[in-house]
């Protein structure tokens, strides 16, 4: 599940030394892109906060490992990006086949953590680094034995989560899983 935002947004006209105009950002995904804000003095009381970002086209790099599933259509498996790990979704699959490890949420839990550590190893990261996961499951009522199995693997303090019940998952998935991690540096 990945979605993307494109729009032009205009920023109001900031009096910071020869900043003095209003300046056209490009917003993607929720990251504003191009240029940078820079703070006065905070002396003067100026409301503004800094935010600086690289353009640079080094900024995002795919992951890639053979020891989790390969992605399923034109996305990468993790992309990392300022110091962050985004890891797509990952479902219960095992990588040298293919296939479900079988039929049950537990099984399919168990192997799409298994999984996302493999694409954390590949990262530089671990469990403990991440801070952020969403949970789809094809059923809510699934809950509480997932969250069993997810407990084994994220030392505390667990990462900030999401769980939703979703139509359906890629080919016809019990579970699939993302999240974010703080890469160490």
């Not at 900030?160 to 991690?181: F, G, H, M, W």
Request: with cysteine.
């Amino acid at each position: 599940m990945a979605w993307c935002s494109l729009r032009s947004i205009h920023v109001p006209t900031v009096d910071v030394g020869l900043l003095r105009t209003r300046s056209p950002l490009a917003a993607v995904g929720g990251v504003v892109a191009g240029s940078s804000f820079l703070r006065s003095s905070s002396r003067n009381g100026s409301p503004f906060a800094c935010l600086s970002l690289s353009t640079s086209p080094g900024i995002k790099e795919a992951v890639a490992t053979n020891k989790a599933p390969a992605a399923l259509g034109p996305y990468s498996q993790a992309i990392k990006a300022n110091n962050l790990l985004f890891v797509s979704g990952v479902l219960g699959l095992i990588p040298e086949t293919g296939k479900f490890i079988s039929d049950s949420v537990e099984d399919q839990t168990e192997q799409v953590l298994k999984n996302m550590g493999e694409i954390l190893k590949a990262s530089g990261a671990d469990y403990s680094c991440v801070v952020k996961t969403t949970i789809m499951l094809a059923d809510l009522k699934d809950f509480k034995k997932v969250n069993e199995i997810y407990a084994k693997y994220f030392p505390s303090p667990a990462p900030a989560r999401s769980t939703y019940q979703v139509a359906a998952l890629p080919l016809d998935a019990k579970i699939e899983i993302e999240c974010i991690a703080a890469l160490k540096a």
